[in-house]
């Protein structure tokens, strides 16, 4: 399944203080259907099938301009793994796995 990292920058909003964007944003993720997500202190994690993704990126991307930016960058990382199921989390674990194993030998 395709992971997607996402990180959506409001420009000319008057104010170096953007959570209540962020704020509005992950309620905008709310109403996308067929993702899960998960707010990280630098963006946004997104699953889903890739046609949901590029959906909620767009969303994402419209949500400051209804807030009042004036100007908006997006930049996006898209992951997507077809020779084997996997998710944010597996890839986590296979990391943890790693540094313990280095831990033991």
Known sequence: MPIAEVTVIPIGTGSTSLS???ADMQRVL???EGVT???TSMGTIIEGPLQRILAAVEA???SPFT???QRVSTAVKIDDRRDKPS???SKLESVERK???DLVE
């Open 20 to 22: 209540a964007y962020v």
């Open 30 to 32: 709310e109403t996308v």
């Open 37 to 39: 997500y998960e707010l």
């Open 60 to 62: 994402l991307h419209e």
């Open 67 to 69: 807030n009042g930016a």
């Open 87 to 89: 998710s944010s989390r």
């Open 99 to 101: 540094l313990h194993t």
